[in-house]
């Protein structure tokens, strides 16, 4: 699908992915960012959503990969998480090429809001526990669970996506943060990734702008995941909290008012 945009503009949606790389590598939740600039870039929903997918698979490739360098994810003990995640992200993008437009246009600024919120006033768990659970049928039961509950909503929708997996995996595995952290970016990946091809396929990703995004997202999440893995991400919660729900009610009076 083609859409003009001016140069100023797509600088700004660079812009608006570095910031969100930085943010979703330490915490998740750049899609909270990112959506609701591409739809007041004058995107409609589901293009807004699968060049938004185009994009983030960038960033969530590259801290993946950052967290995976530095021993903070391991693969082999995350297989039906990758499997349940890929089929939930399958599921999820189907189901959204089905909503109609109108109906995205007014559910998409309230789920932003209710995600925000519930970002904000969640308690997350302290960093007691730096080892993987023990590989038990619980486990593998919960593993099917959380990936395919998370990759449906990632495949559907999105935002908040890398806060759900972080905050219910420091529940469910009892991991600390970093370890939580490293699991929820590369699951991300996989339900981004997943998603994209069918976005791709149903002709709704923008290339010119998605690349672009991208390539800021990367050094946003590279430069993220490292202050992650260093500090933790605490200190950037506030404001980036603030910043979305102003997004989001700007989004939201649009559409309903």
């Known amino acids: 699908m ?20 930085f943010v979703d590598a330490i915490a998740g939740g750049g899609g909270l960012l990112t959506i609701p600039a591409l739809l007041a870039a004058g995107l409609p929903p589901h293009l807004a959503l699968g060049t938004n997918k185009l994009a983030a698979t960038f960033g969530s490739a590259t801290a993946s990969f950052t967290f995976y360098r530095k021993k903070l994810f391991q693969p082999g003990a995350w297989v039906r998480s990758f499997w349940a995640t890929l089929i939930g992200a399958a599921l999820g993008t189907l189901a959204v090429n089905v909503v109609e437009v109108a109906w995205l246009e007014k559910f998409l600024p309230l789920l932003i809001i209710a995600i925000a919120f519930h970002s904000l006033f969640s308690r997350a768990p302290k960093e007691d526990q730096h080892q993987l659970p023990a590989r038990t049928p619980s486990l593998f039961r919960r593993q099917w669970g959380q990936g395919l509950t998370i990759g449906f909503y ?57 690349i672009a995004m991208g390539l800021s997202l990367m050094a946003g999440a590279w430069l993220g995941a490292h202050s992650a893995i260093r500090f933790g991400g605490r200190f950037i919660r506030p404001v980036f909290i603030t910043m979305v729900v102003l997004i989001a009610a700007k989004l939201a009076w649009q559409a309903w008012l």
């Open 154 to 210: 990632d495949g559907f929708a999105g935002p908040g996506t890398g806060a759900f997996w972080t905050a219910s995996s420091m529940v469910l595995y009892r991991m600390n943060i970093l370890l939580s952290s490293g699991l929820a970016r590369s699951m991300n990946f996989v339900s981004n990734a997943t998603s994209l091809g069918f976005f791709i396929a149903l002709g709704h990703v923008h290339f010119g702008i998605g």
């Open 2 to 21: 083609e859409l003009a945009l001016s140069t100023d503009l797509i600088l700004i949606l660079a812009a608006v992915a570095f910031l969100a790389g």
